[in-house]
């Protein structure tokens, strides 16, 4: 196998069109026996997918991370927005279409011991993702095919695994078979839904740098959705932080973990356990829950949790602010008339 | 949060504190007949009083099995198949052997002296009843009868206590967040003022935010009534925030006992020290990890010797036939509080000294311990 960095050459000043691209994503799920009310899952969210670049879309659970994935991968119809692929709209439900969109865009799924079918050996599995994919390879190019993916995911020597049934095999050994199935179809982006967290702490660093690996190789640019904001610094380019289906911060991910501006972000980073910190720890009390998605509260929709939440929080959703060169956070706090609230709250800042 | 002064404590702890739940020895098997896997093999733990007792370990190396084993809660097909578990209240005295108590004993023990918060507050509570009679109804069932009017009271107590508003008594579990549900569960566990808690992955189901406010809920309630914790989880880096004593359990045993501090800075069994760098951390530098490694073990196919020496970076000939018990490590004069289950802290067995990684002699690290508690 060629070692992953020889590969990498293309040359760092071209500026890149984004492979994949959401505007104003919004997806509102209907309330059951109502004309009226709907579920706020997605909120207008922008999103740019770079060749070679991970982004990290992190949020607690119900913040809609995983109903992006899902409107990404065209799986859901999207109540409002666009997804633009290589620049141009794509609308596909099913067939031919979607089938072509499919080729590109690629999704991992949470949890290995559901996603993979237990009565269809590895082989069948992979097969039918080369036979979809490739439809003109002959018998001995697909077996080739076959061999590569394994060998790719570093299950090897790939016969040991061709021939075993999903219950055979570990969940680290699951999910690198999933990985290989979404490399089948020789995508450009990769949907990661929460690769690891079902897998064992000891081998998620594993998993995770296989995809790093990967990423280098084939040039793919891949969206990184977790909980885990930890995980994000180590692995994405660019962190971008969700909030009750919207984005409320966005940005390097080590400016954005190592100086969050968004209240909820500190919040989030504050909580995490960290052993390193054990004695500065920053002893504001976490409060709240996230809010109703059915009746979101009006203006911010922190504001029932913010410490910081002044009046026009309440009643003006905020727009995108610019902190710093290359971090933007929706929160009132950054708007140029607040430098008095902002510096009551953090104290001065560069 | 407290961090205990570091310099005062390993020592105090070995003399000093009462033990009150005694692990002796404890071994489980699933299964009745000759292919029963073995899950837990000649386990020993003490839990002292007042003390947070963290079980970190990956799926199926046998923590939850232990807890289980320990309350005699193991549903079929766990057999306990040796030793004792010793329950010694602090405050009467009273207690004796778990595992050989009658039923009658068993249900006037459980709850009053050891109460246990299972994984997953979604399915431990009847979704066909409110929380308020399933609060209710544990709390009179271990008091006189007739008295369900103090029943009730005590439950709005510990619906306050646990930070739920009252008027929440009479709603369903799927009425309720996830985080309040495991509040629910945790004051169920406090109803009758026990002084164990044992918590199975109480927050692993819960975003960060939540588990922050749950485990300081918890340590605040800790250190008001002065239960003992035995904390269960798969995330190492949680219990070095909260626990005083961490035991790191792999394919069935315990592989090593050490202060939360000490697993740390100064880990000394290799999986110990494998597991702590698959975290990426949230500051500090950016560093390639690399994780441990090949797979968890199949308890159904155990390798032979030490369970771990297949993924092991310092595996030498005798950790293939020889299987380590927990003992002390190479620096017992030192440590004497502390115990490893490896053969490198073997001097009989170990090829040469013990690898830098797993040897920081616990005086060096003497100056950073005075950073981080002044600092």
């Excluded at chain 1, 061999?147 to 049934?165: A, C, I, M």
């Excluded at chain 2, 802290?345 to 040897?359: C, I």
Aim: charged share 20%; hydrophobic share 40%; glycine share 8%.
């Amino acid at each position: 196998m060629p070692t992953p960095h020889e590969e990498v050459t293309r040359s760092e000043t071209q500026v890149d069109a984004p492979v994949l691209e959401t505007i104003g994503l919004t997806k509102h799920f209907p309330v059951h026996r109502s004309r009226t009310r709907v579920v706020h899952a997605v909120d207008g969210i922008d999103i740019q997918l770079l060749r070679g670049k991970v982004v990290a879309l992190v949020g607690e659970s119900g913040s809609g991370k995983s109903t992006v994935a899902r409107l990404i991968a065209q799986l859901l119809g999207s109540t409002s927005g666009v997804i633009k692929l290589d620049g141009a709209p794509v609308k596909a439900h099913a067939g031919r279409a979607f089938r072509r969109y499919v080729r590109n865009v690629q999704m991992i799924l949470q949890d290995p011991f559901a996603s993979l079918n237990p009565i269809h050996t590895v082989r069948y599995v992979l097969g039918r993702s080369i036979r979809i994919h490739h439809p003109k390879a002959k018998k001995a190019e697909r077996a080739e095919l076959l061999s590569g993916l394994l060998t790719q995911v570093d299950l090897v020597p790939p016969e040991r695994y061709l021939d075993k049934f999903p219950h055979e095999l570990s969940g680290g050994q699951r999910q690198r078979v999933a990985i290989a199935r979404a490399l089948g179809a020789t995508p450009k982006v990769l949907l990661a839904d929460e690769p690891v967290s079902m897998l064992d702490v000891s081998i998620r660093i594993g998993v995770l740098n296989l995809l790093q690996n990967l990423k280098q190789k084939f040039d793919l640019a891949i969206l990184y959705i977790t909980h885990d904001i930890a995980s994000a610094r180590y692995f994405a380019d660019t962190t971008m932080v969700m909030y009750a289906g919207q984005i409320i911060e966005r940005g390097p991910s080590e400016r954005v973990t190592q100086h969050p501006a968004h209240p909820y972000t500190q919040l989030l980073i504050a909580s995490a356990p960290d052993p390193d910190q054990l004695t500065g720890r920053d002893e504001r009390p976490a409060k709240g829950e996230p809010p109703s998605l059915i009746t979101p509260p009006p203006g911010c929709r922190f504001n029932p949790r913010c410490p910081f939440a002044m009046e026009r929080c309440l009643t003006q959703q905020p727009p995108v602010f610019q902190v710093g060169e290359d971090q933007e956070a929706a929160c009132w706090l950054y708007a140029e008339d607040a430098s008095v609230e902002r510096e009551a709250a953090f104290g001065v800042r560069a | 949060m407290t961090l205990v002064s570091p310099t005062v404590r390993p020592v105090a702890i070995a003399s000093d504190r009462k033990p009150v739940l005694e692990i002796r020895n404890l071994s489980v098997d699933y299964g009745y007949d000759d292919n029963a896997v073995h899950a837990l093999q000649d386990v020993s733990l003490t839990l002292h009083a007042g003390e947070v007792l963290g079980l970190a370990g990956e799926s199926g190396s046998g923590k939850s099995t232990l807890a289980y084993a320990a309350t005699r809660l193991l549903p079929p097909p766990g057999v306990i198949t040796g030793g004792e578990v010793v329950f010694t209240s602090s405050r009467d005295g009273h207690g004796g052997d778990l595992l050989r108590m009658s039923d009658a004993e068993l249900r006037a023990q459980r709850w009053r002296d050891t109460a246990i918060v299972f994984q997953g507050a979604m399915n431990s509570l009847n979704p066909v009843y409110t929380i308020g009679k399933q609060l209710i109804d544990g709390i009179a069932a271990h008091s006189p009868r007739g008295q369900k009017e103090a029943a009730k009271r005590r439950a709005l107590e510990l619906l306050d206590m646990v930070g739920i508003p009252k008027d929440r008594l009479s709603s369903y579990p799927h009425q309720l967040s996830g985080g309040m549900r495991q509040r629910v569960m945790i004051a169920m566990a406090l109803a009758l003022e026990p002084e164990v808690v044992i918590m199975d992955e109480p927050t692993t189901a819960l975003d960060v935010v939540m588990q922050r406010q749950i485990v300081e809920q918890v340590m605040s309630l800790k250190n008001d009534l002065g239960f003992s914790v035995i904390f269960i989880t798969h995330d190492v880096s949680l219990l070095l925030e909260l626990a005083d004593r961490i035991a790191i359990m792999y394919g069935g045993n315990i592989v090593e006992d050490a202060s939360a501090r000490e697993v740390y800075r100064e880990p000394r069994h290799p999986y110990t020290a494998g597991l702590l760098h698959s975290f990426p951390p949230l500051h500090g530098p950016r560093r390639e990890l690399r994780g441990i490694p090949g797979s968890p073990p199949d308890l159904m196919h155990l390798p032979t010797g030490c369970n771990f020496h297949p993924r092991c970076p310092f595996a030498f000939d005798a950790c293939k036939t020889i299987e380590p018990a927990l003992g002390p490590t190479r620096f017992e004069a030192e440590e004497p509080h502390r115990s490893v289950a490896c053969l490198l802290h073997d001097p009989a067995v170990a090829p040469g000294p013990v690898p830098v990684e797993l040897g920081v002699r616990p005086t060096e690290t003497s100056p950073l311990i005075k950073e981080s508690s002044t600092s």
